[in-house]
């Protein structure tokens, strides 16, 4: 187990810096997700802490000691950090066994870690297979077998899960995150799958054009994201424009409760979808029209038009017959939402924001 | 010319994922790899640029005498005529026949598949000594279009068959479900989906036709490869010979560029991935009897003809006093001349073939085509070109293997790049440094992972490079040290006094020869796989 600790790495391939004064700590023992749209160098994070790459400036320390950073580079295969790629990367020459043992050293090879690694992955008896006889899934069990072997200090994994069909992913998500854990690794996993990090991840980080944007546990990110394009990025967003006032704001949808500090004055708010919910209509509600019901199956989102024009959205069990498109509804929130200082998106992150829902699949 | 087949083959792929971060390193990729590759690509470039200055040196007014004669025009219309007429047999039959074959309930197809490819096998000058041996004076502009149409309409049928088989049907059900018939299907979808292999087939006989220089030797038909031997053979003065593979090289480049255009446009074709699914056969009913017997035809006269000249000729051949002795000390003359080509172009193809395969990009590319203009130039011409290159500026090397495997290094390596291309992208650089993340040295990853899973394709390309320097003709018939034979020149030599069963065991061991590579071709197009259905 082993605490890692970035202070401002930089790694430009000319004139573009793919990492541009990275800070962060990955605790010991933890699963840390790097979250972030394409490009935004995610997959060059890990390669510099896996050392294929040098830091152009900035320090990586893994227990204290440097390496890289201040004229050191220790080699890539002096670090003990193991990488587990996108498509597995097994040695397709050799068994799944030696694929397991080749970062094992002698006698470490006639112990048992080769059968205990391929039990902690559900792999229990598949050592002399090759690695041309197993599934996608299976072979993303077998890489992380074999960088978790030799005890690295970090195990790293690129986007390992993406290259699977859904179904399978979520199992697998599931017992790689059990496999890690049992086993006491420190690891960091790099996704552009937000759900994938929510879900699995002790602690994310929200990169975004070469920067740490946020770090922190999956609910805070969710519930109390850095910024408007975060909370984009990482879930289905409504922002209104409101005016706040020691702690609460005034908004389209009534009145709300703040969380975290605001200054007074013109805001704009974050209400998630599931904080909006489809009310009987009484006096002095707030009313909107049902412009569009998307069904999911456990839930359905309901886009919704204020009277005042405002477009929102709301999630509903979908327990019940759905709303008649055009009818009209009351709608309340639940719970205290996030404020920011209203300020003009600049065309650039509002770029950015556009293209994140698609980004995210 | 096997090679250009094989050599295009393997796959270019891309840089993993987890390995050259996308686009960053386009214009600046490994310094030392390109400076190698740079080296290589101009050892292979001597002929070329070495010719241009020669000939330049003759002067423009003698230039221009040599080259306003009525004779080049004639030898560029009959060159043009024969490369033409030899093109557009080579695409009907080729065509014709991988349809058939892939598309039909033609019976015994797979057999037919196979027949159609091996004539590969027979080199041109062979078949060339077989026709001379079997009919009497046969010579001149016909027969050898029908002799290199029979050699060489497998460049066309193979990769036309391969496109056929891998062609989406979902295409053709499209364009059936929107009301198009079988025929007008046919033509609308299936002829465009197979157009860039046809061209590329096309373009590839093309090429050989100009370069040939066995065939039209033996048939005594005029061409450019023929003159320039002659007047290099016959002339006090070698500036007419030195003009006249300047045009050659000119039409050879105007070719390579139609080429490089078709490929640039048949990149659009490309499928779209998704699961292979056999196309529907065509049953062909009593139309199957004509079918077959074109077929058989066909090949009777590509192989039959070879074999069974061969064959007569052989007993006598063998069994003339000496024979034993002269075969042997040619075979290993062959060998030993095709063991330092083969060395010397794997030796120039590994940083060339690296460039491509881990830093592909404009400048990798560019070396790639430099290359494949080397490899297109007739052997007799770069023969010469390095004959006048030995005598004036490396006379140590005059009379050696040396300048030979020279000239076997600028013919095959496209080849030998190819499999090192194959062979490198086998290992992809994320393996490597997977195998680094777990605590592998650089040494222990390249012996351990690297070459356990190249070796096998590098050594695949040099075994494919060798056979090709032991049936290479024109230019170790120039370079060869004097009095030392080889399989393929005592052949020509005794083919030349009309010693045809002399000739015979050399043509039926060079045929041999011949055959591994072909075989290989003709099992890695797909063809010898399972029956679909």
């Known amino acids: 187990m082993s605490e890692v600790v970035l202070t401002g790495v930089v790694k430009r391939y000319g004139p573009v810096a793919a990492l541009d004064g990275v800070d962060l700590t990955v605790p010991a023992g933890e699963l840390t997700a790097v979250l972030g749209p394409s490009g935004c160098g995610k997959t060059t994070l890990l390669r510099c802490l896996a050392g294929f790459e040098r830091l152009d400036a900035g320090e990586i320390r893994l227990d204290g000691r440097t390496v890289a950073g201040g004229g050191r580079h220790v080699p890539a295969h002096r670090r003990r950090i193991a990488v587990v790629p996108q498509e597995g990367a097994l040695f397709p020459h050799l068994s799944v066994a030696a694929n397991v043992s080749y970062g094992l050293d002698r006698s470490a090879r006639r112990g048992d870690r080769i059968d205990e690694v391929l039990a902690l992955v559900g792999l229990a008896g598949y050592g002399d297979r090759m690695p041309h006889q197993l599934s996608g899934g299976q072979q993303q069990r077998v890489a992380v077998a074999r960088a978790l072997a030799p005890r690295p200090s970090l195990v790293l994994l690129d986007e390992p899960f993406s290259a699977l069909d859904a179904g399978l992913r979520a199992g697998l998500r ?3 995150r059990a496999a890690l854990r049992a086993d006491g690794a420190t690891a960091v996993l790099v996704t552009h799958d937000q759900g994938e990090a929510l879900s699995v991840a002790d602690r994310v980080v929200v990169l975004r ?61 974050l209400v998630r979808p599931e904080q909006v919910r489809l009310v009987p209509t009484g006096p002095g509600a707030v009313t909107a029209t049902v412009l569009r019901h998307d069904f999911h199956g456990h839930d359905a989102l309901v886009a919704l038009r204020l009277a005042d024009g405002t477009r929102i959205t709301a999630r509903v069990w979908a327990e019940r017959e759905p709303v008649p498109l055009g009818a009209e509804v009351a709608v309340e929130v639940d719970g205290a939402a996030r404020a920011w200082p209203a300020a003009p998106i600049d065309a650039a992150e509002h770029d950015v924001r556009q293209a994140a829902p698609t980004l995210t699949r | 010319m096997t090679s250009t087949l094989t050599g295009a083959g393997p796959a270019r792929t891309g840089p993993a994922r987890f390995g050259v971060p996308r686009g960053w390193r386009r214009l600046a990729p490994r310094p030392a790899l390109l400076a190698a590759s740079a080296a290589a690509v101009a050892v292979a470039l001597v002929p070329l640029v070495y010719l241009g200055v020669r000939t330049a040196e003759a002067g423009a007014e003698r230039i221009v005498d040599e080259l306003w004669t009525s004779r080049v025009g004639l030898l560029a219309l009959r060159s043009l005529g024969l490369a033409a007429v030899v093109t557009v047999a080579c695409v009907l039959l080729g065509v014709g026949a991988a349809w058939l074959v892939t598309r039909t309930d033609l019976p015994g197809r797979r057999a037919f598949a196979v027949l159609a490819a091996l004539p590969l096998a027979v080199p041109t000058y062979i078949a060339a000594f077989a026709w001379v041996s079997t009919v009497d004076r046969l010579e001149g502009f016909w027969p050898a279009a029908l002799v290199l149409t029979l050699c060489s309409y497998p460049y066309v049928f193979l990769p036309v068959a ?81 003009v006249l593979s300047c045009v050659l090289v000119a039409l050879t480049v105007l070719l390579l560029a139609g080429e490089t255009a078709t490929r640039r446009r048949g990149a659009r074709y490309a499928r779209l991935g998704g699961a292979r699914r056999p196309p529907v056969r065509l049953r062909l009913g009593a139309a199957r009897w004509p079918a077959l017997a074109g077929l058989l035809g066909v090949a009777a006269l590509a192989l039959g003809v070879p074999a069974v000249s061969l064959g007569r000729r052989l007993a006598s051949g063998v069994s003339r006093p000496g024979a034993l002795t002269e075969v042997l000390t040619a075979t290993g003359n062959s060998l030993g001349f095709s063991l330092g080509g083969a060395a010397l172009t794997m030796l120039l193809a590994l940083p060339l073939g690296l460039l491509t395969a881990r830093a592909p990009g404009p400048l990798a590319t560019a070396l790639d085509r430099l290359a494949y203009l080397a490899h297109a130039l007739p052997g007799v011409v770069i023969g010469l070109s390095l004959i006048f290159f030995g005598i004036t500026v490396a006379y140590p090397l005059y009379q050696t293997s040396w300048l030979l495997a020279l000239a076997y290094g600028t013919l095959f390596l496209p080849l030998a790049v190819g499999a090192v291309a194959g062979a490198a992208a086998q290992a992809p650089p994320g393996l490597e440094e997977v195998a680094r993340s777990l605590g592998r040295g650089p040494w222990t990853v390249l012996r351990t992972i690297t070459l356990p899973l190249t070796l096998p394709a590098v050594g695949a390309g040099a075994a494919l ?19 030392t034979d080889t399989l393929a020149t005592e052949l020509w030599t005794h083919t030349g006094v009309g010693a045809y069963a002399a000739a015979a065991p050399y043509a039926a061991l060079l045929v041999a020869i011949a055959a591994i590579p072909t075989w290989l071709l003709v099992a890695r197009s797909g063809l010898l796989d399972k029956e679909d259905r």
């Open chain 1, 174 to 176: 599931h017992d790689i």
């Open chain 1, 209 to 269: 054009t070469g920067r740490v944007v946020q770090a922190g546990t999956p609910t805070a990110v969710y519930r109390e994201p850095a910024d408007q394009w975060v909370a984009g990025f990482v879930g289905e967003a409504v922002l209104l424009p409101a005016t706040a006032d020691a702690g609460r704001a005034a908004t389209p949808l009534g009145t709300l409760p703040l969380t975290g500090a605001a200054p007074d004055g013109p805001v704009t708010v």
């Open chain 2, 465 to 483: 490079v060798f056979l090709s320097c032991m049936k290479e003709l024109p230019a170790t018939l120039l370079l060869r040290p004097t009095g």
């Open chain 2, 162 to 242: 391969a496109a056929l088989r891998g062609a989406d049907p979902a295409q053709e059900e499209v364009s059936r479900s929107l009301g198009r018939g079988g025929w007008r299907t046919f033509t609308d979808v299936t002829l465009r989906q197979i157009r860039p292999a046809t061209a590329a087939g096309a373009l590839l006989v093309a090429l050989y036709v100009l370069s040939d220089f066995g065939a039209v030797s033996i048939l005594r038909a005029d061409t450019f490869t023929r003159a320039i031997f002659i007047a290099f053979d016959l002339g006090f003065d070698r500036t007419g010979a030195l």
